[in-house]
């Protein structure tokens, strides 16, 4: 079996700053494409950012210069750098990642359990 683990998230002031990490594990021969994923209290979930195994990034444009996602390959780990946090990032943060496993030939999408983040004074 595979799976996703989520950590790093809490409540944070304004302003400040969190480090998200997710790592995949168990019977995993690959990961391809990591991503991150948020869903605020009545609404939809949306992209929070994306990366390819080779590093190539994609973020949602509202995002774009505070959050940084990046990834380890050899500990099948994706990160989510968030910085200048405002109450409107307050969600819980998924981990998504393609995984191919042992004696399989295909990829699986996988998410992670959710993490809560909270900004608020």
């Known amino acids: 079996q595979a799976q996703l683990v989520e950590s790093g998230g809490g409540l944070v002031q304004p302003g400040g700053s969190l480090r998200l990490s997710c790592a995949a594990s168990?019977?995993?021969?690959?990961?391809?494409?990591m991503g991150w994923y948020r869903q605020a209290p009545g609404k939809q979930r949306e992209l929070v950012a994306t990366?390819?195994?080779?590093?190539?990034?994609n973020y949602a444009d509202s995002l774009k210069g505070r959050f940084t996602i990046s990834r380890d390959n050899a500990k099948n780990t994706v990160y989510l750098q968030m910085n200048s946090l405002k109450p409107e990032d307050t969600a819980v943060y998924y981990c998504?990642?393609?995984?191919?496993?042992?004696?399989?030939?295909?990829?699986?999408?996988?998410w992670g359990q959710g993490t809560q983040v909270t900004v608020s004074s």
């Open positions: 998504n990642a393609e995984l191919q496993r042992l004696y399989s030939f295909d990829f699986v999408e996988y």
């Open positions: 168990g019977n995993i021969l690959r990961v391809s494409s």
């Open positions: 990366i390819t195994r080779g590093g190539s990034t």
